[in-house]
């Protein structure tokens, strides 16, 4: 069963939007295989977004995303990378439609509200990076 790695970013978790996401993907028929409010340390930070490393707002990045704390998840079900991308819309909530989570909640570029793994790479990835074993469960049957 693929599965992504999501995160409500501190924006979104300081205005209360943590359960909305959560809806939003539990009634698309995905499945929460992990999930945690936690404060990303800076070094964290800088190995999740390890490849915007040369951007010119990578600084900025990594001071956001450690300001507050997070909530980090990660989801299965079919094709999970993608629809959720889809379901996030574009990473500028200003190119993001109606109906998207950026398109409904977000303004900003660097507060665009939630990160969703882009790849099955990535995926992999980020999940290995923000949970361990004991942090996932299995479901017995699939819906
Ligand atoms: P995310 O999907 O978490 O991956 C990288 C993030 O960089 C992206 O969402 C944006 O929030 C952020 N980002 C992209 N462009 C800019 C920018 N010009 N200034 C600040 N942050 C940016």
């Known amino acids: 069963m693929e599965q992504t790695f999501l995160m409500v970013?501190?924006?979104?978790?300081?205005?209360?939007?943590?359960?909305?996401?959560?809806?939003?993907?539990e009634q698309k028929g995905f499945q929460?295989?992990?999930?945690?409010?936690?404060?990303?340390?800076?070094q964290l930070a800088?190995?999740?977004?390890?490849?915007?490393?040369?951007?010119?707002?990578?600084?900025?990045?990594?001071?956001?995303?450690t300001a507050g704390p997070v909530f980090a998840m990660v989801w299965q079900g079919e094709n999970v990378i993608a629809t959720a991308?889809?379901?996030?819309?574009?990473?500028?909530p200003a190119d993001a439609a109606p109906g998207t989570i950026r398109g409904d909640y977000g303004v900003q570029v660097a507060m665009n509200i939630i990160h969703g793994s882009d790849s099955p790479e990535s995926a992999e990835r980020e999940i290995g990076l923000f949970f361990s074993e004991e942090e996932k469960v299995a479901y017995e049957k699939t819906i």
């Open 9 to 25: 970013k501190p924006d979104g978790v300081q205005r209360g939007l943590v359960g909305e996401v959560v809806k939003r993907f």
């Open 85 to 92: 991308r889809q379901m996030m819309g574009a990473t500028n």
């Open 46 to 65: 800088q190995q999740h977004y390890a490849e915007h490393r040369e951007r010119p707002f990578f600084g900025e990045l990594v001071e956001f995303i």
């Open 32 to 42: 929460l295989v992990g999930a945690k409010l936690m404060h990303i340390s800076s």
